[in-house]
């Protein structure tokens, strides 16, 4: 892992590192705990949440998040490791929505994905459209609380009913989460995941903010 250097304007260290296997290399985001902000309401280990969010988004089928493991010898220690994506500088969620009606099927699943993973930051720039047209939801550090704490800018879908694929996709997680995925969690956040898809599964409609105020800052 090579660091080519870092990655503007984030919250915590992001950095961007080049990788290698013998022949083969990509461009990855790293990010280590060693570089994470002190937060009072989520304990250290942002990277695992990061981890999470995309064993959540493969085991339901959606590919919503790049490919992210956690690596323990960084160089600046343990942390986060996610492919980078090749996309639009200039795409965001407010783009998309307004410009880009063809995907609004794909913002409807990272809405429904935010509200499974009680996402606490969907910024606009948290959502990329790739060069090949493909839209990816990112930066989930501060997914997975066990009390609510939705904040997110993508509230346009409020009040749309669930597609039955989505539920079905859903539905297993109201039964058990598997293994690989509890184990990045406490006890209570993963009984609280299967809290909000049974929800979901009894009334399956997207949310709205009644209160105006779930919303990330800044927008982007």
């Not at 783009?95 to 499974?116: E, K, N, W």
């Not at 009680?118 to 990816?136: F, M, P, S, Y």
């Not at 800018?153 to 109201?174: H, N, Q, R, S, T």
Request: hydrophobic share 45%; proline share 8%; net charge negative.
């Amino acid at each position: 892992m090579e660091l080519l250097g870092m990655i503007r304007g984030s919250s915590n260290s992001a950095l961007l590192v080049e990788v290698c296997l013998e022949d083969r290399s990509a461009w990855a985001v790293y990010k280590p705990r060693e570089g994470e902000r002190p937060l009072v309401d989520f304990a250290p280990g942002l990277h695992r949440r990061e981890r999470a969010a995309y064993l959540l988004s493969e085991i339901l089928g959606w590919g919503i998040v790049p490919p992210t493991v956690v690596r323990e010898d960084g160089p600046f220690g343990v942390g986060s490791l996610q492919l980078f994506v090749e996309h639009d500088p200039l795409a965001h969620y407010f783009t998309l929505y307004d410009g880009v009606p063809g995907s609004h099927g794909a913002l409807r699943r990272i809405a429904l994905f935010d509200v499974v993973a009680n996402n606490a930051d969907r910024k606009g720039g948290h959502v990329l459209r790739g060069t090949d047209g493909r839209v990816w939801g990112i930066d989930h550090g501060l997914c997975f609380a066990a009390g609510y704490k939705l904040r997110t800018v993508v509230w346009d879908f409020g009040g749309d009913p669930v597609p039955e694929d989505l539920l079905a996709a859903l539905a297993p997680l109201a039964e058990s989460v598997p293994d690989e995925l509890a184990d990045l969690l406490t006890a209570p956040e993963a009984s609280a995941l299967q809290q909000r898809v049974c929800r979901l599964l009894e009334r399956p409609v997207l949310p709205v903010d009644v209160t105006g105020r779930r919303v990330p800052w800044p927008l982007l």
